[in-house]
């Protein structure tokens, strides 16, 4: 169907501008056939291609042959001009892939260039040759003859072809507002009457006065106000010219070339139009996707449970969303420095976190702090980006505040989980470790005590009363741990039936009380298996302070060798390493530890 539309439509223009602009016999000086093959080659699938060129070659040939030259050269000609239009066409596809040739500044300038001016060139070079051969003259004035004509051509009626193709039927039905329609047939009027009077009068030349309304249809009905403007213009200088009045008639130059300037003039109007209807058209666009997006991040901020924030450059909020208020804790935040969602402290914290923010405008700056809320603390994290001007200078930032009291109370269970034993309730192996190499990096400003605690004969209580007794006589003596436990004195579980003890205070004497009353409270406190059969556990116990830095395997030791005599001198002991000498990160103590023994 297209084809066939595309068919008849070239074969009426074609034969028109054959029948009508062959000044002198020649070469027909209008020609916009080209145009609307490529406009035609452009649409199609590359798989029907050869059938179209056939067929526009054969209603090109039948053109020539009746309003043109005849039949001897009507077949050789038709080639030449069938092969200028898919020429067109490939060049703009291949060279302009987007094929935004009527939607951006880039693809009006690639379609002026390569359909213009280069695409008619191979045809000129052989449609010249042919000439000479038909009407004599130079190949040099028949060549420029079809390069301009056809080139001028096509900048005129391609635009137009692509314009109404690109055109769904949703975009006509918005045509048929009555407003519209009547502003647009004011607006063709004007164009006409206005050309009209330029072309028709030769008392002043007055040809740039068609810019005007031309203008005026390309501001106010974009591209297709552009293109219509131009062709009326078209109609009302054709007129004049055919007629032989006005401007056109006070040239001193022949027919043929009056119609070249004629062309000349109406490609540049269009090349004036066309690009500025595209970036207005573009310019709308993008005022109506900015319209839509704000609307619908008016919507996010109003519904969000997070703060949005627009500050300005030096951080003083511009814009803040109704989710400001709670999070905040204030009635207002706008006018208002960034750290008014933080603690009072907390403003150097916000003011490096802007800083940084501001230095890689491309990143996000993640800031996470506490904050005290109707007597309950709460945790926010800001998420800062700076936002940049054209000429890559700050201009402020966009902030969104949430609050992550759910996610930080997940975290420290986490972590408290993984940093404690599920059977005891004590902190496990490593987080003793951690605490053993923070007390150990500050050791000589601030000693500590570091006990070894080893239940006797534990063994023989899982084989005589099973693992589940066994666990829970654990389970006891960690409850008994718990309840000594403070911030001086940190309880853990090493692991089976050991545990440790670090005493965060200088005197050897505080780690001798809290051995003594732990070895104690496990002595007397009750157990019983199963049947509810009384039993009781003991507990070894060994001890050293440490006053100066050293690795955490030589602490261990220091610990360890008291525990080995306290089991070794008959358990339900506490043993002290006296006399603990200097130890070294590296190597063993400079002076061996001598062991007293208490209990």
Same mark, same amino acid.
């Given at each position: 169907?297209?084809?066939?539309?595309?068919?008849?439509?070239?074969?009426?223009?074609?034969?028109?501008?054959?029948?009508?602009?062959?000044?002198?016999?020649?070469?027909?000086?209008?020609?916009?056939?080209?145009?609307?093959?490529?406009?035609?080659?452009?649409?199609?699938?590359?798989?029907?291609?050869?059938?179209a060129?056939?067929?526009?070659?054969?209603? +090109?040939?039948? @053109?020539?042959?009746?309003?043109?030259?005849?039949?001897?050269?009507?077949?050789?000609?038709? =080639?030449?001009?069938?092969f200028?239009?898919?020429?067109?066409?490939w060049?703009?596809?291949?060279?302009?892939?987007?094929?935004?040739?009527? /939607?951006?500044?880039?693809?009006?300038?690639?379609l002026?260039?390569?359909?213009?001016?280069? $695409?008619?060139?191979?045809?000129?070079?052989?449609g010249?040759?042919?000439?000479?051969?038909?009407?004599?003259?130079?190949?040099?004035?028949?060549?420029f003859?079809?390069?301009? $004509?056809?080139g001028?051509?096509?900048?005129?009626?391609?635009?137009?072809a692509?314009?109404?193709?690109?055109?769904?039927?949703?975009?006509?039905?918005? #045509?048929?507002?009555?407003?519209?329609?009547?502003?647009?047939?004011?607006?063709?009027?004007?164009?006409?009457? =206005?050309?009209?009077?330029?072309?028709?009068?030769?008392?002043?030349?007055?040809?740039?006065?068609?810019?005007?309304?031309?203008?005026?249809?390309?501001?106010?009905?974009?591209?297709?106000?552009?293109?219509?403007?131009?062709?009326?213009? +078209?109609?009302?200088?054709?007129?004049?010219?055919?007629?032989?009045?006005g401007?056109?008639?006070?040239?001193?130059?022949?027919?043929?070339?009056?119609?070249?300037?004629?062309?000349?003039?109406?490609?540049?109007? !269009?090349?004036? @139009?066309?690009? #500025?209807? %595209?970036?207005?058209?573009?310019?709308?666009?993008?005022?109506?996707?900015?319209?839509?997006?704000?609307? #619908?991040?008016?919507?996010?901020?109003?519904?969000?449970?997070?703060? !949005?924030?627009?500050?300005? +450059?030096?951080?003083?909020?511009?814009?803040? +969303?109704?989710?400001?208020?709670?999070?905040?804790?204030?009635?207002?935040?706008?006018?208002?420095? !960034?750290?008014?969602?933080?603690?009072?402290?907390?403003?150097?914290?916000?003011?490096?976190?802007?800083?940084?923010?501001?230095?890689?405008?491309?990143?996000?700056?993640?800031?996470?702090?506490?904050?005290?809320?109707?007597?309950?603390?709460?945790?926010?994290?800001?998420?800062?980006?700076?936002?940049?001007?054209?000429?890559?200078? %700050?201009?402020?930032?966009?902030?969104?505040?949430?609050?992550?009291?759910?996610?930080?109370?997940? /975290?420290?269970?986490?972590?408290?989980? @993984?940093?404690?034993d599920?059977?005891?309730?004590?902190?496990?192996?490593?987080?003793?470790?951690?605490?053993?190499?923070?007390?150990?990096?500050?050791?000589?400003?601030?000693?500590?005590?570091?006990?070894?605690?080893?239940?006797d004969?534990?063994?023989?209580?899982?084989?005589?009363?099973?693992?589940?007794?066994?666990?829970?006589?654990?389970?006891?003596?960690?409850?008994? #741990?718990?309840?000594?436990?403070?911030?001086?004195?940190?309880?853990?579980?090493?692991?089976?039936?050991?545990?440790?003890?670090?005493?965060?205070?200088?005197?050897?004497?505080?780690?001798?009380?809290?051995?003594?009353?732990?070895?104690?409270?496990?002595?007397?406190?009750?157990?019983?298996?199963?049947?509810?059969?009384?039993?009781?556990?003991?507990?070894?116990?060994g001890?050293?302070?440490?006053?100066?830095?050293?690795?955490?395997?030589?602490?261990?030791?220091?610990?360890?060798?008291? !525990?080995?005599?306290?089991?070794?001198?008959?358990?339900?002991?506490?043993?002290?390493?006296?006399?603990?000498?200097?130890?070294?990160?590296?190597?063993?103590?400079?002076?061996?530890?001598?062991?007293?023994?208490?209990?």
């Open positions: 169907m297209r084809i066939a539309l595309y068919g008849a439509l070239f074969f009426v223009v074609t034969s028109a501008t054959i029948f009508w602009t062959r000044f002198a016999g020649g070469l027909a000086l209008v020609w916009v056939g080209s145009a609307l093959a490529a406009a035609l080659f452009l649409t199609l699938p590359r798989v029907h291609h050869l059938g060129f056939a067929i526009l070659m054969g209603l +090109s040939t039948a @053109a020539t042959a009746l309003f043109g030259f005849g039949p001897a050269w009507a077949l050789p000609l038709a =080639v030449a001009n069938i200028e239009g898919w020429f067109i066409a060049l703009l596809v291949r060279l302009r892939p987007e094929r935004d040739f009527i /939607e951006s500044e880039g693809g009006v300038a690639s002026g260039f390569w359909a213009g001016f280069v $695409g008619p060139l191979p045809s000129a070079i052989v010249g040759l042919m000439a000479v051969q038909i009407v004599g003259g130079t190949w040099l004035f028949h060549a003859s079809w390069w301009v $004509g056809h001028l051509g096509t900048l005129l009626v391609l635009p137009l692509l314009l109404l193709q690109s055109y769904r039927r949703e975009d006509f039905a918005n #045509m048929r507002d009555r407003a519209r329609v009547l502003a647009f047939a004011g607006v063709v009027s004007l164009t006409a009457l =206005v050309s009209g009077f330029a072309f028709h009068q030769s008392a002043m030349p007055l040809l740039f006065l068609p810019i005007v309304p031309l203008v005026f249809a390309s501001f106010r009905f974009r591209r297709f106000g552009a293109a219509i403007a131009v062709l009326v213009i +078209s109609v009302a200088a054709a007129f004049s010219l055919g007629m032989g009045t401007v056109f008639a006070e040239l001193a130059m022949p027919l043929w070339q009056k119609a070249l300037f004629l062309q000349f003039y109406l490609a540049t109007l !269009l090349l004036i @139009a066309f690009p #500025m209807a %595209v970036i207005i058209q573009q310019r709308q666009r993008i005022l109506d996707e900015l319209g839509d997006r704000e609307a #619908m991040q008016r919507l996010i901020a109003d519904h969000s449970d997070d703060a !949005l924030l627009h500050l300005d +450059s030096s951080g003083t909020i511009r814009f803040a +969303s109704p989710a400001s208020t709670r999070l905040s804790g204030r009635g207002s935040v706008e006018q208002l420095h !960034l750290a008014a969602f933080f603690s009072e402290f907390d403003r150097k914290k916000v003011d490096r976190a802007l800083d940084k923010a501001s230095r890689h405008p491309g990143r996000t700056e993640i800031l996470e702090r506490s904050v005290g809320r109707g007597g309950k603390t709460r945790w926010l994290e800001a998420k800062l980006r700076a936002v940049e001007t054209s000429g890559r200078k %700050v201009c402020g930032f966009v902030v969104t505040i949430r609050d992550i009291t759910a996610r930080k109370l997940e /975290e420290l269970e986490m972590t408290r989980e @993984a940093r404690t599920t059977l005891t309730g004590l902190p496990n192996r490593r987080a003793f470790l951690d605490i053993l190499e923070r007390r150990l990096d500050v050791a000589d400003q601030e000693p500590f005590g570091l006990a070894f605690v080893d239940l004969h534990f063994k023989q209580v899982n084989d005589t009363h099973g693992h589940a007794i066994g666990d829970k006589v654990l389970s006891e003596v960690g409850a008994i #741990m718990n309840g000594m436990a403070s911030d001086t004195f940190f309880f853990a579980r090493l692991g089976g039936e050991e545990f440790a003890i670090i005493v965060k205070r200088p005197l050897a004497e505080a780690a001798a009380d809290i051995c003594e009353r732990l070895r104690l409270a496990i002595e007397k406190h009750p157990m019983a298996d199963s049947d509810g059969k009384a039993f009781t556990v003991t507990a070894s116990l001890f050293a302070m440490i006053s100066e830095s050293c690795s955490a395997s030589m602490a261990l030791q220091a610990a360890d060798a008291p !525990l080995y005599l306290a089991k070794a001198s008959g358990r339900n002991r506490t043993c002290r390493a006296q006399g603990f000498g200097r130890l070294t990160r590296g190597g063993a103590p400079i002076e061996q530890a001598r062991i007293a023994v208490a209990g």
